[in-house]
């Protein structure tokens, strides 16, 4: 088939698994390693068909190995950017919780609950991935868009999360039971809300995570910002910010604003006493003609000491 061809070729390429010690038989998608071809593979990075590199791997392909790999996988990395079937993911939950060795780090994010800001799944999901996570392994990194139960439900050893805010309800759900739920290892909490989905009264502030210093504290994502926002971003960097600490990042992916539109913010915020470390912008076609010094000059003075920083797609935003 494609996917175990496919598949050869990148356990030759990414895992230097000379050729021979892995084949296909001629009656099916067989695959057979040789133990010394295992012990090559440390790590996984399996995503969608469409965001595939030369170190990472299709689902299919991913569902291939691990059906024959011995636990030698230290961390396997599963970055999901489009809705996939239910069954599948979870059949590859499982298998990556059967190959992790002792000490094994499982990542799960799910880009397209997050981005689109869809609930349900990712209860579903991380129910599977807790269950994969056997006695061996630990999880390390979620991303999604949980209802309460699900966050009541997150691991101790959890490092970084990253919630969608989709509905009045579920905002309010969530962000109370992530104050009644300290995770003692988190060091990155990542938020993103689509511009205008929510009023301020279905919002709180947000616990800063307990190892922030180690990681990268509180990120905001807020999408599709048109230039009438302004003040609305402004008060509800205001209701999310942390007692008593930054924001460190504000992230703006899909946004349209003008640099009229982003000057509205920047008056906004120091008037409703936001304070935030960095802001990453994606280029609308409004500001493309901006180069990041004259925006860096025009962030600076509203708001001293916070860094800018533009980009052409939204990838670099890590949306």
Request: charged share 25%; proline share 3%.
């Amino acid at each position: 088939s494609e996917d175990a061809s496919y598949l050869l070729q990148w356990l030759q390429e990414r895992a230097r698994v000379p050729a021979g010690s892995a084949s296909i038989e001629a009656d099916g998608i067989t695959l057979k390693l040789e133990l010394k071809a295992l012990q090559a593979l440390k790590w996984f990075d399996i995503r969608d068909n469409n965001d595939l590199d030369k170190s990472s791997l299709s689902i299919n392909c991913a569902r291939l190995l691990l059906q024959y790999v011995l636990p030698y996988a230290y961390d396997i990395k599963i970055n999901l950017k489009e809705r996939q079937d239910m069954e599948v993911t979870k059949e590859l939950l499982s298998l990556s919780g059967r190959c992790l060795a002792e000490g094994g780090i499982l990542e799960l994010q799910l880009y397209h609950h997050w981005r689109h800001v869809c609930s349900g799944d990712s209860d579903i999901f991380l129910q599977s991935l807790l269950q994969a996570q056997t006695s061996n392994g630990t999880v390390r990194r979620f991303r999604g868009c949980l209802s309460s139960w699900g966050v009541k439900q997150l691991p101790d050893s959890l490092e970084k999360l990253g919630i969608a805010l989709c509905c009045p309800d579920q905002a309010h759900k969530v962000l109370q039971a992530l104050k009644d739920r300290p995770l003692p290892n988190l060091d990155t909490l990542r938020v993103h809300i689509r511009s205008g989905s929510l009023m301020l009264e279905h919002l709180a502030p947000l616990t800063a995570p307990a190892q922030e210093n180690a990681g990268q504290g509180v990120l905001v994502y807020i999408s599709r910002v048109l230039d009438s926002d302004g003040d609305w971003v402004a008060k509800v960097l205001k209701t999310l910010q942390p007692s008593g600490r930054k924001i460190q990042s504000l992230q703006l992916p899909s946004c349209e604003l003008s640099v009229d539109g982003y000057k509205s913010c920047l008056r906004a915020m120091p008037t409703e006493g936001v304070a935030v470390e960095n802001i990453v912008m994606k280029a609308s076609r409004h500001i493309a003609k901006f180069d990041d010094a004259q925006l860096q000059g025009l962030t600076s003075q509203y708001m001293q000491g916070t860094r800018f920083q533009l980009w052409n797609d939204d990838e670099h935003l890590d949306f």
